[in-house]
């Protein structure tokens, strides 16, 4: 059973505009959630991240925000550059002591168009 | 910058063989990680070390899969015999410790697995 849903494959977008990309998730005891960005033949590189006492969190182009009665979490990329192509994870982990693997979503393939 | 390191890129073998995939993390990371990324999906753990003790191998095939990070630094991830479904990218990551959610987890390259 998935857990942390990104509904969409793909997403075009002309450069300099805002990208968008939407993660939903089920579990109710996940309390921290993660965006990571992955070139081909390259591993997942960590982007933004979130807690879940928190609606919003930003760093530079990115921002990440979290409505968690939703439970919703979506990527915002402004403005969008042509280097931010790349397929784009949600990941989340539920807090407690113990294990705490990451949960992934299936990915969304950005493309940004110059 | 410090940086989760695995061996080999590439490997291709063929059903029935033996394959083994080495990681390094990053120094001082007492949490390793591995999962599985089949094509078209997301990252599935594995299994997960504290220092050289298995956390969670719940999700690992037992039967041909084994793990092990003896000296609690780097870690091997075996399969044997390999099966045409174990076709994927396998992954390794490490975290500076465990049992906190919010501990980011950094990824190496991956190891590509082609059985045929």
């Known amino acids: 059973d998935q857990q942390v849903k990104q509904n969409s494959p793909s997403l075009s977008v002309q450069e300099g505009r805002i990208s968008i990309l939407n993660c939903d998730y089920t579990?109710?005891?996940?309390?921290?959630f993660l965006w990571y960005k992955k070139y081909p033949a390259e591993g997942p590189t960590f982007l933004i991240s979130i807690s879940s006492i928190k609606d919003k969190n930003e760093d530079g182009r990115f921002t990440v925000f979290l409505n968690k009665s939703a439970k919703h979490l979506s990527l915002h990329i402004v403005p969008s550059q042509p280097g931010d192509s790349a397929v784009y994870f949600c990941a989340a982990s539920k807090g407690g002591t113990g294990a705490n693997n990451l949960f992934f979503g299936t990915g969304t393939r950005l493309t940004v168009i110059p | 910058e410090a940086e989760v390191a695995q061996s080999p890129r590439y490997k291709i073998t063929e059903k029935s063989q033996a394959v083994a995939f080495w990681c390094d993390p990053i120094s001082g990371h007492a949490t390793l990680y591995w999962y599985r990324q089949i094509l078209g999906q997301g990252p599935e753990l594995l299994v997960q070390f504290q220092d050289e003790s298995v956390v969670d191998d719940s999700q690992l095939p037992k039967d041909r899969f084994s793990a092990e990070r003896l000296k609690g630094v780097d870690s091997t991830l075996k399969i044997q015999p390999a099966e045409l479904g174990d076709s994927a990218m396998y992954l390794c990551?490490?975290?500076?410790?465990?049992?906190?959610?919010?501990?980011?987890?950094?990824f190496g390259p991956g190891t590509r697995l082609l059985v045929l």
């Open positions: 990551a490490s975290s500076f410790s465990q049992g906190v959610s919010s501990e980011t987890q950094y």
């Open positions: 579990n109710s005891m996940f309390d921290y």
